[in-house]
């Protein structure tokens, strides 16, 4: 990077030694992916530093490292994560971290952790970020102090961060005391092993469950009743914490910021759980698409082990539906679930998620315009209750035939205009799947022709 220079918009991977790389130049990076580089995602030395919106994972050394006495390293709504080494590393200079996420990184054996501060300019100041799942203690910090008075360190300001999961079960902070040197914190305690202490201490921090919507590291939205809601400093403003939280939704929301890097949204008035998390979302990202298809088409027909049928590609989480013939086998009982309408499953998208892609589109990238127009399950829909045994009774078996169609019709018409489907989707397994639903289609028919 060459001095005042700003990189935006970029995936920078593969690097045989830096991503990007800085000397004696102050520069700025954001909307950058700086990921799977060799060695370090961002090498900066003797420079301001601005880091923003960014993906920073998965480098062989440390995710950023700064050096340099009296600059500073402003690290704001990023995301650094599995970086071999320290997620970030300071020395010398002064780290502003906000809205961030700082997880998985470090390696087996090594004294790598979330966040490394040695020797500061000035004192660091960390408010709102979620470190989780580090090898290491979430945050070290070191300072010698000033050649007058070693004992004349610049002790990190820390408030309203999650510190959980590191260290494997171990101490969160290492080089000050996670108990009383941050505020309005949620910091795991290895005395409260279960974390059922939601007592605040006179830091006013708690060591109780963060309460996360997923339990997998790479989705740390906090759940619809996470205690970390509303209990971050009363008196922050977005002068302190910033303007978004890491979805780009508002920072503060119901007057109060909640602990960590995530605020949980205001969308929706009557904000519930479902608009959160979804249980059929495996994946964690927030949507119900063709991935979750791929991996229902796949287990399609098959059966749970010590049931007639084929056991082949049985997967559990696939059985939605676990009533008379489809309890223990994978059919169009389960099909119709995941098609259901109301409430949503096909195409759910959470409210972060949704929050997310309106922000990138009308703040980040507003020359992009809308992305796709949602397909909407409505017209193609044909709900769980008219296959069950009940329902069958009493609407018509061509009712049944004409939501069949339509089925097929929107089966068709997201293999073909759903651009990434056929990546996830094997063509055969999807014409298995098409032939059964066809089968399925054709019983129907000859059901009907017996009835006339
Ligand atoms: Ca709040
Ligand atoms: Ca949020
Ligand atoms: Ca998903
Ligand atoms: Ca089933």
Redesign the pocket.
Known sequence: MGDETLLDGVTITEAASYGIYGNVADFVVENCRVVDNQQYGIFAQNGDVSIKWCEVGNNGVHGIYHTGKEYMNITQNCRIHKNIGHGIFAVNTTPILQNTIISENGSVGESTFGVLIVNPSYEPVMYNNTIVYNRKEGVSFTDNGTTIDPNDKNWPDIQNCILWYNNSGGMQAAGFDANTLPQYCCIYNPADPNGTDYTLNARNNFSGNPGFAYSDPNNLHLAYNSPC??R?NPYHTINDVGLSDMDGEER???????IGAD??CSCDEDLSEDDIRHPLDWDSDGVINNIQFGEFSRAWLSCEPNFPGDPNNWNPVCNLDKTGNSEHKIDLGDLAVFCEDNPQVWLWRACWEQSRMNFIQTTLYPMIGGRESMMSMREFVFPAENLSATEQTKKSIEQQILKMEEAIDFLEKIWLGEPNIQEEINPEDWQEFMKAVYKGLFELQTQNVQVE
């Open positions: 809601k509303d971050g503060i929301v119901d007057n109060r910021v909640d605020e949980i």
